[in-house]
């Protein structure tokens, strides 16, 4: 995976913040290198208020016209300060005079989550560079509506996300690096998976037998899976 090969290098140490900061198998998890550190992260909650519209006003409106481009990129940077800079500063401070980050990398850059703003704004209050990752397949097109921070470097899935940065997000190529899916790496690695055999035993169902398996959607998406 990715932090294992930053490892490699001897000179590289990663903080992960994260709201699993007290979770035992989460910690355990990363607990095979000293040169990880693992801090607090806070919930942020979603919120929709004039700023808000304000924000998506500009964002469509950028679309058709240049200026309009400029109104949402500045808009970006006041909701930023205004509503995770000011109000996380005293937490992440700490964290981030503690380790002096060389450089910061979020899950998301604001679209399916918000957690990751206000460590985003903490670094870029610094002028500290900040790279953003996409979660899924979709989550910067057009329909998905706009981006809730600027990052310095986006990281994208592949040549068709990187026309939906420019197209629908305004960016410029030189801002944008085709990176993958970093959080699907777990799926190239050979001991991810048990065998068939092992699967079964684990959850106590007879491999002989076929078997329904039914996968529902989060809660968040559907009101019902059934």
């Known amino acids: 995976g990715v932090i294992e090969r930053l490892l490699k290098r001897g000179d590289i140490r990663i903080v992960i913040v994260t709201p699993g900061y007290d979770d035992e198998s989460f910690v355990k998890d990363f607990s095979f290198s000293t040169r990880i550190y693992i801090e607090k992260m806070y919930e942020v909650a979603r919120s929709y208020d004039y700023l808000d519209m304000l924000i998506w006003k500009a964002w469509t409106l950028g679309h058709k016209y240049r200026q309009f481009q400029v ?15 000011d109000k996380f500063h005293k937490h992440y401070k700490k964290v981030f005079d503690k ?12 679209v399916n989550s918000r957690l990751d703003l206000p460590v985003f704004a903490e670094a870029q209050k610094r002028g500290i560079r900040t790279l953003a990752l996409i979660h899924s397949w979709d989550n910067i097109a057009k329909r998905k509506g706009p981006m809730w921070i600027r990052p310095d470097i986006l990281g994208v899935w592949n040549e068709f996300q990187e026309q939906d940065a420019i197209k629908a997000n305004f960016y410029e190529k030189k801002e944008i690096k085709i990176v993958g899916p970093p959080h699907f790496d777990i799926y190239w690695k050979k001991d991810t998976f048990l065998s068939r055999e092992d699967f079964f035993k684990k959850i106590g ?21 059934y």
Do not use: E
């Not at 109104?71 to 800079?85: A, D, G, N």
């Not at 380790?99 to 604001?110: E, F, Q, T, W």
């Open 99 to 110: 380790y002096n980050p060389d450089l910061v990398v979020g899950a998301s850059p604001g």
């Open 71 to 85: 109104l949402y990129k500045f808009l970006i940077k006041v909701q930023i300060r205004k509503r995770y800079y």
């Open 205 to 225: 169902l007879d491999c002989n037998k076929k078997t329904v398996t039914m996968i529902a959607t989060c809660p968040g998406l559907v009101r019902n899976s």
